[in-house]
């Protein structure tokens, strides 16, 4: 084992559900190994101001079931400075931390990438995101239950569809990854999702309306994911008024109640197996590394990987969809 003998442990960006229960899989694991733990609060703003305060195995206890993290998080102006970053090393040498876990999604993990260069300092990543969008992890914290989240409100919205006999454009989250989308419409029956991957390759809603979407069915269902790139749900309920009058149109933006609830098994697992695998990797001296699960196995894939290469989506299940919406 290497000289690490206490970690610091932060929650990074957009909270997802299943940090809580990383937090307490890092914790409890690195107690288990004679590590002493820190919680550091708000992200990285924690780290620049010194909010951090030592983690005993009762810190954690009860949490695995919350959503949201009992760290908070936050997006720290100030650590993108490489003033603000000196003064989180300092801070962390005063907590006499020799090593960080960040969890978090791209930019929390490229800020600790860069802090890792500056400072010579290990840094473990663990993928806390709802929207899935990191390389070398099949999925990431929270994802899973923000899927379920959005197909029982689109079960919801089903209802009402049909009575009404409409057309709904239903916007998702994901930033610029259209996984919960095209994931989310295949697992709720939706008609088509419209996700920003495919924008430059096709006109998504055309291929939706020619497809001829009202052959069998008194409702429609389409999910959008949230993006510059698409345009976002009200974009296309705009198009099809100016375009397709004949159709009343309804949009639903589920928005941030998508970030909460508690976690589903899948993401208390997933959140415990790379809680506990961030502590064997720091013990192994392993640095600089997002932990995923890939095929069922622990994987450590370098930050740069992990940051800069776009997790592909899958073309099958662009087809899976279509071929199940007639
Ligand atoms: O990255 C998670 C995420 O929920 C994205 O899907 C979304 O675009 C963004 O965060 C919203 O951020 P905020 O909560 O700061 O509005």
Redesign the pocket.
């Known amino acids: 084992m290497g000289a690490v003998k206490c970690i610091g442990i932060l929650t990074s960006?957009?909270d997802a559900p299943g940090m809580n229960a990383a937090i307490r899989a890092v914790t409890r694991s690195a107690i288990y190994n004679g590590l002493q733990v820190k919680g550091i609060y708000r992200g990285y703003r924690g780290l620049v101001t010194g909010e951090i305060k030592e983690f005993k195995s009762q810190n954690v206890s009860n949490i695995i079931q919350q959503g949201g993290t009992i760290l908070k998080t936050a997006?720290c102006q100030e650590f993108m400075t490489p003033e603000g970053r000196k003064l989180a090393y300092e801070n962390m040498k005063a907590e006499n931390i020799d090593a960080l876990v960040v969890i978090g999604?791209d930019g929390s993990l490229t800020g600790a990438r860069i802090f890792a260069q500056e400072f010579d300092v290990p840094c473990i990543g663990l993928p806390g995101?709802?929207?899935n969008d990191l390389y070398g992890t099949d999925t990431t914290i929270g994802y899973d239950t923000a899927l379920n989240t959005i197909i029982e409100a689109v079960d919801k919205i089903r209802d009402t569809a049909t009575s009404h006999e409409r057309l709904f454009f239903v916007e998702v989250?994901?930033?610029d990854a259209g996984f919960l989308a095209l994931n989310g419409a295949i697992a709720s029956g939706a008609e088509a999702a419209i996700i920003p991957e495919f924008s430059t390759e096709v006109d998504q809603l055309e291929e939706f309306i020619k497809n001829g979407f009202r052959k069998s069915k008194n409702s429609s269902i389409v999910i959008v994911a949230?993006s510059e790139v698409t345009g976002g749900a009200m974009h296309y309920a705009e198009r099809v008024k100016n375009e397709y009058p004949q159709y009343d149109v309804r949009v639903t933006i589920l928005g941030?109640l998508q970030?909460g609830g508690s976690p589903t098994a899948h993401d208390r697992i997933l959140a415990s197996r790379l809680g506990a695998a961030a502590i064997d990797a720091i013990m192994e001296d392993q640095r600089n590394v997002m932990i995923g699960i890939e095929n069922d196995e622990i994987v450590y894939i370098p930050f740069s990987k992990a940051i800069k290469n776009d997790k592909p989506i899958k073309r099958q299940l662009v087809s899976v969809l279509k071929e199940l919406s007639i």
Do not use: N, V
Request: glycine share 30%; proline share 0%.
């Open positions: 960006g957009g997006r999604g995101t709802i929207d989250m994901g930033r949230e941030h970030r």
